[in-house]
């Protein structure tokens, strides 16, 4: 019922930046929070940021203030730009998405930040 499409991925050198994108599509009205969680090999997928409707934000300590989140509600797509990337930033990176009643997810994009 929903599809996410997962965009900007890559290779990267310490120091650059990345934008991901994610665009929801399919049958819905609402759209209420957005996301990016990554998972490193051997790691647990954890939360990188997450916006919600109305604009508020949560982001996780190790990405604050280098990691921006945001959103274009026309478009239903939500946007992770990523300033000062680090190679612990290596991860795949996966989109998701709420509805009412219903959570779902991209199928990832990898990120590698590497000299």
């Known amino acids: 019922q929903v599809r996410l499409v997962e965009s900007g991925g890559g290779l990267v050198q310490p120091g650059g930046s990345l934008r991901l994108s994610c665009a929801a599509s399919?049958?819905?009205?609402?759209?209420?929070?957005m996301g990016w969680h990554r998972q490193a090999p051997g790691k647990e997928r954890e939360l990188v940021a997450r916006i919600l409707t109305g604009g508020n934000t949560n982001v996780a300590d190790s990405v604050k203030g280098r990691f921006t989140i945001s959103r274009d509600n026309a478009k239903n797509t939500v946007y992770l730009q990523m300033n000062s990337l680090k190679p612990e930033d290596t991860a795949v990176y996966y989109c998701?998405?709420?509805?009412?009643?219903?959570?779902?997810w991209g199928q990832g994009t990898q990120v590698t930040v590497s000299s």
């Open positions: 399919g049958n819905f009205f609402t759209i209420n929070d």
């Open positions: 998701n998405v709420a509805i009412p009643g219903a959570r779902y």
